[in-house]
């Protein structure tokens, strides 16, 4: 089945950690975006890759990281810089601007 | 830089009554999109909409983008429990490829 796929799903991070989030897609996507959501909040962009090595920042970069060395592939890694981590990650790709985003069933950080 | 907004942020609705969302933009989208998040899930596209003053329909679920492209609404009728979730919109800018600015979003809970 096609798809795009996040793991872990619980992810427990202790303070000054990095840590990996992972995030595949098998619809041959080229464009693939990372956001975190807050309780109650709307989804705010982390970075955004449209090929395969490249990305941009989006509106909340600082004190995260990501690759773009394979088309399927969009690693996050969320470094000790982040002050604020916890929080719900979701991934997501997207054919083109014009075609609907495709998320994945997102990570749940927590900082302990 | 682009903005979008979503009122009402919660929406407590009787079940077999209408309600609408709204969101609005700052400056003008080339398209908009609408997601749903159930609780505990992740966002899942429901409808794009391009053209000035388009208009939609999804059985219960009716959705319009503003002549000006700088708005958008969706309009459920005769609300059901399965309605229960978050709905968020996402626009594009005219100017920036593969990226979507999302709104708040508009918690919607259904009382029976």
């Known amino acids: 089945d096609g798809g795009i796929t996040q793991s872990p799903k619980y992810l427990f991070r202790k303070e000054g950690q990095n840590v990996t989030l992972s995030c595949e897609q098998n619809?041959?996507?080229?464009?693939m975006y990372w956001y975190r959501q807050d309780p109650g909040q709307g989804l705010r962009l982390i970075y955004y890759?449209?090929?395969?090595?490249?990305?941009q920042k989006g509106d909340i970069a600082e004190g995260y990281s990501v690759s773009r060395e394979k088309k399927e592939s969009f690693p996050l890694t969320v470094t000790s810089a982040q002050k604020n981590p916890t929080a719900f990650y979701l991934c997501?790709?997207?054919?083109?601007?014009?075609?609907?985003?495709?998320f994945g069933q997102g990570t749940r950080l927590t900082v302990v | 830089g682009q903005q979008v907004m979503q009122i009402p942020q919660y929406q407590h609705v009787q079940e077999g009554e209408d309600f609408t969302t709204y969101c609005n933009s700052s400056?003008?989208?080339?398209?908009i999109q609408w997601y749903k998040q159930r609780p505990g899930g992740h966002p899942v596209f429901l409808i794009q909409?391009?053209?000035?003053?388009e208009v939609k329909k999804q059985k219960r679920l009716t959705f319009q983008f503003g002549e000006a492209k700088k708005n958008s609404s969706l309009h459920i009728t005769a609300t059901q429990t399965t309605d229960v979730g978050t709905y968020f919109c996402?626009?594009?800018?005219?100017?920036?490829?593969?990226?979507?600015?999302f709104g708040a979003g508009t918690q919607v809970v259904v009382t029976p």
């Open positions: 400056t003008t989208l080339s398209n």
């Open positions: 996402a626009g594009r800018g005219t100017d920036s490829w593969g990226k979507f600015q």
């Open positions: 997501a790709s997207s054919n083109s601007r014009y075609t609907e985003a495709f």
């Open positions: 909409l391009v053209k000035s003053g």
């Open positions: 890759s449209q090929i395969v090595n490249d990305f």
């Open positions: 619809l041959n996507h080229d464009a």
